[in-house]
């Protein structure tokens, strides 16, 4: 008997769900119902800044021709989930219309956090989420050599900036924090990265924060005034201040959430409302929510696992390594980089004058590496992540050879 899952999100999780259900349900017991709020099907969200590089949507798609025609994959675009009627395991989408089900899965993701200032509604101001986002910041960006300002100096907000840079504007950057990309780089790598991407013509004012978003005469955005007086003008504002997982179903259906958002689930991402899992984004395993596709996957896999086999790979956590690349900039973050482990010791190797630094964190022996971060050049990224955890034999500083393998120089 076919029986039906129906996946409430098409991002990257949710189709990775999707695949890895069909490849592993031989049996043929399931059918896909797949409800996408976008209008389009998934694509690469990581690669968003690509399209302001000549890349198309088209290119950052994940789903073929043979996925988009599966006899048992019924995608619906533009189709938002507005309750959960556990009783009637049944979801009711915006339209009016119920789908029944014999497992849900929530891949809702998550929505951009804008902070609650005075005009950050204003015509000119932008999140940075989606294609239409991107096309909507394109249309808007006008004559190059513009002013611009981006709200929000971690990862999503420094490919922000890139990206107005590649448009010709001049951007800013806006971060509480005391340095860019706080979550992965301690103070030697974040003055760093602030000196290069200063030298690319993108601005840091870190340890500062956004008391308001000001109109020019025509009421759009004319510029940002800092919480300590100063103004920044603005042909362009894009808040990219983290995100917020898309955990509104749960209150009404009954699921329970995590204490920072998400929906609760278990390490086998069960809701324990039934027949009901939660990854990705929107997903808080065991109280925590995860940001990065790679755990998203993971999870998308154990549910795969369950619904298929009756099985499942717990998820008890995720490696959240972290590499940005853009034109000039190489950074990198990588295991316990900010030494939290107790005895763990710090190597630093720092060269102002071609503008690196690299920091090995070790275990308490000394033999073995824990974690690092890199700024400037992080090509020993790939080769210090694979031996993380590991025991070395030979001196740091040689760890930080470009191209390294994991048995020696």
């Known amino acids: 008997m076919t ?8 991002g990257m999780a949710g189709h990775r769900l999707a695949e890895e259900v069909l490849a592993r349900d031989a049996a043929r017991t399931w059918r896909l119902v797949i409800l996408a709020e976008e209008d389009r099907p998934a694509y690469d969200r990581v690669a968003l800044s690509t399209l302001f590089d000549g890349k198309s949507p088209e290119d950052l798609a994940l789903t073929g021709h043979d996925f988009l025609t599966h006899p048992r994959v019924r995608l619906r675009l533009r189709t938002t989930v507005t309750a959960i009627d556990r009783g009637r395991t049944a979801v009711i989408c915006q339209d009016g219309t119920e789908v029944r089900y014999d497992a849900l899965v929530l891949a809702t993701g998550s929505r951009p ?4 200032v005075p005009g950050a509604a204003l015509p000119g101001s932008f999140v940075y989420r989606t294609v239409a986002d991107i096309d909507a910041i394109r249309a808007a960006a006008g004559e190059p050599g ?15 900036a890139n990206g107005l840079r590649s448009l010709g504007l001049r951007p800013h950057i806006v971060e509480t924090a005391p340095r860019l990309m706080a979550l992965q780089l301690d103070e030697g790598a974040g003055r760093v990265l602030a000196r290069l991407i200063g030298a690319l013509g993108v601005t840091a004012h870190c340890s500062s924060t956004t008391a308001s978003v000001e109109a020019g005469p025509d009421g759009r955005v004319a510029s940002v005034r800092l919480s300590g007086g100063t103004e920044l003008p603005a042909s362009v504002v894009v808040f990219a201040a983290g995100v917020r997982p898309r955990d509104e179903l749960a209150e009404p259906a009954g699921l329970a959430r995590g204490e920072r958002g998400g929906f609760l689930v278990d390490e086998l991402c069960r809701t324990g409302g039934g027949p009901i899992w939660a990854i990705g984004e929107c997903a808080a395993v065991s109280g925590r929510t995860y ?4 755990p998203g996957y993971r ?21 959240m ?3 940005l690349k853009l034109i000039g900039v190489d950074v ?3 295991g316990d980089a900010f030494a939290r482990t107790e005895g763990a010791m710090e190597y630093v190797v720092q060269n102002d004058a071609a503008a690196t630094y690299a920091k090995l964190v ?3 022996d000394g033999r073995t590496l824990l974690g690092g971060v890199l700024a400037g050049d992080a090509r020993a990224y790939p080769g210090l992540r694979s031996l993380t955890g590991l025991p070395f034999g030979v001196p740091p500083d040689e760890l930080l050879a470009p191209g390294r393998s994991r048995n020696g120089p």
């Not at 029986?3 to 098409?10: E, K, M, P, Y």
């Not at 513009?146 to 922000?160: F, H, K, S």
């Not at 999870?299 to 490696?319: C, E, H, I, K, Y």
């Open 3 to 10: 029986r039906t899952l129906v996946i409430a999100g098409h």
């Open 113 to 116: 956090f804008v902070p609650p």
């Open 146 to 160: 513009r002013p611009a300002v981006v709200i929000g100096g971690g990862l999503l907000g420094l490919e922000a």
């Open 291 to 294: 940001g990065l596709a790679a």
């Open 299 to 319: 999870m998308a896999r154990s549910v795969a696992d369950q619904l298929t086999n009756g099985g499942g790979v717990p998820f008890t956590g995720a490696d």
């Open 321 to 323: 390594s972290t590499r």
């Open 332 to 334: 990198a973050s990588f």
């Open 362 to 364: 070790l275990g308490p």
